[in-house]
């Protein structure tokens, strides 16, 4: 394994991690391929294309005043230039209902597969499959509002 290509990848999920919380949409969208599926736990369909997840993702957001996605345990196998990883997520959820801060936090384990793309390793399936949840995750329902 080129340990270079295992760093690009561990940056491309911890750029998805710090755009998504920071809400940097055109950062996000660089760590997908632009024909990337993606099924999340919390959408009730898979995406398709960058586009497509971006802006799911960039909606169900909106009902939060915080997200903070730690990423960890990585676990890769690159060959050539297709890779697979395994990569757990403790993301933190802050809303506002009734004027009150309200938490949920959830464990994840992100499945991908990443392709090279030129110099840049993207996301080009991505399969979440959340493990456990701790607080209030009504208000990670896509119909909550803020």
Same mark, same amino acid.
Request: glycine share 8%; proline share 1%; net charge negative.
């Given at each position: 394994?080129?340990?270079?290509? /295992?760093?690009?990848?561990?940056?491309?999920?911890?750029? /998805?991690?710090?755009?998504? =919380?920071?809400? =940097?949409?055109?950062?996000? #969208?660089?760590?997908?391929?632009?024909?990337?599926?993606?099924? /999340?736990?919390?959408?009730?369909? +898979?995406?398709?294309? &960058? =586009?497509?997840?971006?802006?799911? *993702?960039?909606? #169900?957001? &909106?009902?939060?005043? %915080?997200? !903070?996605? *730690?990423? #960890?345990? +990585?676990?890769?196998?690159?060959?050539?230039?297709?890779? %697979? #990883?395994?990569? /757990?997520? *403790?993301? !933190?959820?802050?809303?506002?209902?009734?004027?009150?801060?309200?938490?949920?936090?959830?464990? %994840?384990?992100?499945? =991908?597969?990443?392709?090279?793309?030129?110099?840049?390793? &993207?996301?080009?399936?991505?399969?979440?499959?959340?493990?456990?949840? !701790?607080?209030?995750?009504?208000?990670?329902? *896509?119909?909550?509002?803020?």
């Amino acid at each position: 394994m080129d340990t270079s290509d /295992y760093v690009s990848i561990i940056e491309v999920e911890s750029s /998805y991690a710090r755009a998504l =919380d920071s809400r =940097d949409w055109a950062r996000l #969208g660089e760590c997908f391929d632009a024909d990337a599926t993606a099924e /999340y736990s919390a959408f009730a369909r +898979p995406m398709n294309g &960058r =586009d497509e997840i971006v802006s799911a *993702i960039r909606e #169900g957001c &909106r009902k939060f005043e %915080v997200t !903070q996605h *730690i990423v #960890g345990s +990585p676990s890769v196998r690159i060959d050539g230039h297709t890779a %697979v #990883g395994s990569f /757990y997520v *403790i993301a !933190q959820h802050v809303a506002r209902r009734d004027g009150a801060e309200v938490h949920c936090l959830v464990g %994840v384990d992100y499945a =991908d597969e990443l392709s090279l793309n030129g110099a840049s390793w &993207r996301i080009v399936r991505r399969k979440t499959n959340r493990l456990w949840t !701790q607080g209030d995750e009504s208000i990670l329902s *896509i119909g909550s509002s803020r």
